[in-house]
């Protein structure tokens, strides 16, 4: 992957590869991002040896076109032999905006002097509730998933419209719906024990309920 895109900043880091600097330019001038992280496993490069190390791929998405972008969408790449949290602190050094990523702990520190705020992802904690429904046939799972697909339902007449008109209908529809949904998920939560499986799905979405309506 044209030496894993790099490793250095956002998007300076495709200095080498006009290709990649190109990209990079183009993802950086969003101002939302979708980060992901993998493990991935690279070659040594120690002749007859076949062995691999594990690095870190770090994913950096912009794709407003839900939103009524017209921009072309780009993805960048971005290799490390680790997962320290320094590495999306380098590539994503002059980015402003609005990051929306997982719950790494490593991202946590792009956070903290308010040039990027987070938003976090609904599909993972509705993928909480959806294992639990699945392994135990949960009652109170079965009713977040009712929720959140209320959600995304919200979502799809819009989708493609300009932000104004998505913010509009977010705030009539959807905020009254998230209201009664953390309302919902505190009331259940005092019930449960703090050891049951849903409390930790539960606490999942409530610790990062900021980030979550951020959309709206």
Known sequence: ??????????????RHFPRQRGLGRSAAAATKHRGETADRGRDTGAPG???TKT????????????AGDTAAPAVWFAYSPDRKGEH?????????????????????????????EPAACWAHV?????????????????????????????????????????RAVRQAQAK?????????????????????ETTVAIRYALSRWDALTRYI
């Not at 690095?55 to 839900?66: A, F, K, N």
């Not at 997982?102 to 991202?107: L, R």
């Not at 699945?134 to 932000?163: T, V």
Request: aromatic share 10%; with cysteine.
């Open 1 to 14: 992957m044209s030496t894993w895109s790099g490793d250095g900043q956002f998007p300076a880091s495709c």
């Open 49 to 51: 040896q076949g062995k």
């Open 55 to 66: 690095g870190r791929l770090w994913t950096y998405v912009r794709d407003d076109r839900p």
């Open 88 to 116: 999306p602190a380098q590539h994503l050094k002059k980015f402003r905006g609005t990051l929306q990523a997982d719950a790494y702990a490593g991202f946590n520190q792009l956070y903290e002097d308010g040039r990027i």
């Open 126 to 166: 509705r993928r909480h509730f959806y294992d639990l429904e699945q392994a135990h046939s949960s009652s109170a799972a079965r009713e977040a998933l009712q929720r959140i697909g209320a959600l995304y339902g919200i979502e799809e007449p819009i989708r493609g419209r300009p932000p104004d008109e998505r």
């Open 176 to 196: 009254p719906l998230l209201d009664s949904l953390r309302q919902w998920l505190e009331a259940t939560l005092s019930m449960l024990s703090r050891k049951s």
